[in-house]
């Protein structure tokens, strides 16, 4: 169950840089939740495209087994993660290059 | 054309990304140093788990079904593409999201 538990890392440090790192403090504003609630279904989309035609496939001891949208549930944790990663860096950079 | 399955995928990302630029104005090229500061970032991160886990086939690729150029020895190129345009992507959500909600903010 090598990908859950990576895939649930990714939260916890994306989480803990935005907040205490980077200090962007995403997570704590609506827009994010906005954002991350436009982007779910456009992920479970391109998930369910990669999976169901089998252009990606996932080894069966690497993930817990229950999907969503055709792929495993450990793919909500990695958008997940990948979205808020984007997001605090972004508004990180942002912040020092104003040019 | 089976070999282009995935890349059409990232082709469908990228057209959401063009038609959402155009129908809020919004300008990423002139945020093109923001942009690689964040995706290199990004990429640094991802690609090293992507390829890791490929390498220990936690997921692997239907070979007919990439254009087969392999990053590394194991990882298709479309990888790479997929986190260049999906943090695009976010992007663009998130600053034509911003724009809809001040615009509702001035309206008030």
Known sequence: MIYSDIA???VIVAVLVDLFLLRTQ????????LTYGLILPFQL?????LTSKNIVMYSADQIIGKRFAGAPI???LFGFSLILFTLSLWEFFSARHSD | MSHLNYLAVLAFIALCAVAVSLLFRLRLLS??????LTDGCIIALYLTWDIWAAKRKAWYFDPHQIVGL???GVLPVEELLFFILVPIMVILSYTSLGKITQWI???R
């Open chain 1, 8 to 10: 649930l890392d990714a």
């Open chain 1, 26 to 33: 995403m997570m704590t504003r609506g827009i994010f939740w």
């Open chain 1, 45 to 49: 989309l391109t998930n369910w495209w």
């Open chain 1, 74 to 76: 450990e793919d909500l």
């Open chain 2, 31 to 36: 945020k093109w140093k923001v942009f690689l």
């Open chain 2, 70 to 72: 392999k990053l590394f």
């Open chain 2, 105 to 107: 903010a001035n309206r």
